[in-house]
């Protein structure tokens, strides 16, 4: 399969337009657009029944103590985990792109409704769901594409990986767990073949 992108280059760093924050020189951050990419695939195998994408960002910190703390970085050693950013599924097997800004143009406090994604497609959670949960203005279940906002004083650049699967069923077998780390096993377990673009981001200025 390929993957590509009139919104993305693969291996290079993502436009602002896509993201969830910006670097800003007063507050470290400030809010962007949070429009989801263009993305289109081809090459699909024989027996493929519908599509399902995965975001996910492999870099974010394990531990909280020094995240986005005042004269302090994020050491580059710190164990990584996966957030994950979008979980699309059930996109019909003759499909084969999602338009920009189709899902998403904007950042909605306490998130978008889901899992319903309109013609029959659905999200799943986003890892903005956890993130926010203590934040009494953004509480709420984030579905569907919220983009970067890695830490501000991380000392590493983040990567997200966007990556299209083929999948072997119509409907995927969700569950009630609709989060992206449990999506994403069930969604590799029905896998015919996959395929992915990685792009770069950062909102520490000493990196960027």
Same mark, same amino acid.
């Given at each position: 399969?390929?993957?590509?992108? =009139?919104?993305?280059?693969?291996?290079?760093?993502?436009?602002?337009?896509?993201? %969830?924050?910006?670097?800003? +020189?007063?507050?470290?951050?400030?809010?962007?657009?949070?429009? =989801?990419?263009? @993305?289109?695939?081809?090459?699909?195998?024989?027996?493929?029944?519908? %599509?399902?994408?995965?975001?996910?960002?492999?870099?974010?910190?394990?531990? $909280?103590?020094?995240?986005?703390?005042?004269? /302090?970085?994020?050491?580059?050693?710190? +164990?990584?985990?996966? %957030?994950?950013?979008?979980?699309? %599924?059930?996109?019909?097997?003759?499909?084969?792109?999602?338009?920009? $800004?189709?899902?998403?143009?904007?950042?909605?406090? /306490?998130?978008?409704?889901? +899992?319903?994604?309109? =013609?029959?497609? /659905?999200?799943?959670?986003?890892?903005?769901?956890?993130?926010?949960?203590?934040?009494?203005?953004?509480?709420?279940?984030?579905?569907?594409?919220?983009? *970067?906002?890695?830490?501000? =004083?991380?000392?590493?650049?983040?990567?997200?990986?966007?990556?299209?699967?083929?999948?072997?069923?119509?409907?995927? +077998?969700?569950?009630?767990?609709?989060? $992206?780390?449990?999506?994403?096993?069930?969604?590799?377990?029905?896998? @015919?073949?996959?395929?992915?673009?990685?792009?770069?981001?950062? @909102?520490? *200025? /000493? @990196?960027?």
């Amino acid at each position: 399969m390929q993957l590509v992108s =009139n919104s993305l280059t693969d291996q290079q760093p993502i436009g602002e337009k896509y993201v %969830f924050a910006v670097i800003d +020189p007063e507050n470290h951050v400030a809010l962007s657009d949070n429009v =989801n990419p263009h @993305l289109a695939w081809s090459g699909a195998p024989q027996g493929t029944r519908s %599509f399902a994408v995965v975001v996910h960002d492999p870099d974010v910190p394990s531990a $909280g103590d020094d995240v986005n703390q005042e004269g /302090r970085e994020v050491p580059a050693s710190l +164990p990584r985990v996966d %957030f994950y950013h979008w979980t699309l %599924f059930d996109i019909p097997a003759e499909q084969s792109s999602l338009e920009e $800004g189709a899902y998403c143009s904007g950042i909605t406090p /306490r998130g978008k409704s889901g +899992p319903d994604a309109g =013609n029959g497609l /659905r999200h799943g959670k986003n890892d903005y769901t956890g993130w926010f949960a203590g934040d009494a203005e953004m509480a709420g279940d984030y579905f569907g594409y919220d983009g *970067p906002c890695p830490p501000w =004083n991380d000392s590493i650049i983040h990567h997200y990986v966007f990556t299209v699967y083929a999948l072997d069923v119509d409907t995927l +077998p969700a569950g009630d767990d609709l989060g $992206g780390s449990a999506l994403a096993e069930i969604i590799k377990a029905h896998a @015919l073949d996959s395929a992915s673009l990685t792009v770069t981001y950062t @909102l520490n *200025p /000493r @990196l960027a």
